[in-house]
Every structure is written in C-alpha cells, then in structure tokens.
C-alpha cells in the first residue's frame, strides 16, 4: 500500500509556471513508476507523463511535450511535475498515481495505477 499526497497547485496566468509535488508514504517508493493524470471539467481524466522507479524513462503525452518534465526523488519519496509554458487548456485537477511495473517506460494506462492521491487543483488563466 501506498499514500500519495499533491501539493503545488493553483492560479496561474497563461505562459506561467507551476511545479507539484507527490508525496508518498506507507511503501518502498522505489518500487514504484509514478504518474501524472489531469482531468479537465466534463472531460475524461487522460495521462500527462510518467516516469519509471529510477527516473531514467519518461514518457509524456504530446500536447505538453517541451512545456513539461516529470522527475522523482527517491531519498524524498517524491515525484515532481514541473510545468511551464502553461496554457489555459492546461486547467485542470491533477493527480498522481503508483503502480508496481518496470516498462521503460511506463505504461500510460490508467488502470495500471492501484494507488491515486486526492489531486490538486490548477487553473491557467488567459
């Protein structure tokens, strides 16, 4: 079992910058892959990049490619998604999630991920 806890959110404007931050617990973090999902208002809650349990492979959906970096600390138990370039389409709750696999990459499927934190809010205004 793992908990995971955001933090890092909120009100931005656009070409802004924002970084969160994924605390776990309860788990050996290094067993691992981290993810980060979005979910914009009525819409579905899609992948945004992951990373594998040593943060040597990410993978990272193709609308924030260049604009996004996913990164781990595992001393910290942490995983960060440093955003930049935010755009008001980058509105939206995020969340992190775990899953016990070691694809380098990591898979991107939501269902992969047993373990979700409450998420966190971000919002890119125009």
């Known amino acids: 079992q793992v908990q995971l806890v955001e933090s890092g959110g909120g009100l931005v404007q656009a070409g802004g910058s924002l970084r969160l931050s994924c605390a776990a617990s309860?788990?050996?973090?290094?067993?691992?892959?981290m993810a980060w999902f979005r979910q914009a208002p009525g819409k579905e809650r899609e992948y945004v990049a992951t990373?594998?349990?040593?943060?040597?492979?990410?993978r990272y959906t193709d609308s924030v490619k260049g604009r996004f970096t996913i990164s781990r600390d595992n001393a910290k138990n942490t995983v960060f998604l440093q955003m930049n370039g935010l755009k008001p389409e980058d509105t939206a709750v995020y969340y992190c999630?775990?899953?016990?696999?070691?694809?380098?990459?990591?898979?991107?499927?939501?269902?992969?991920?047993?373990?979700w934190g409450q998420g966190t809010q971000v919002t890119v205004s125009s």
């Open positions: 999630a775990a899953a016990r696999q070691y694809h380098i990459p990591p898979t991107p499927q939501e269902r992969e991920y047993a373990y």
């Open positions: 990373i594998n349990w040593s943060g040597g492979g990410t």
């Open positions: 309860g788990s050996t973090f290094s067993n691992y892959a």
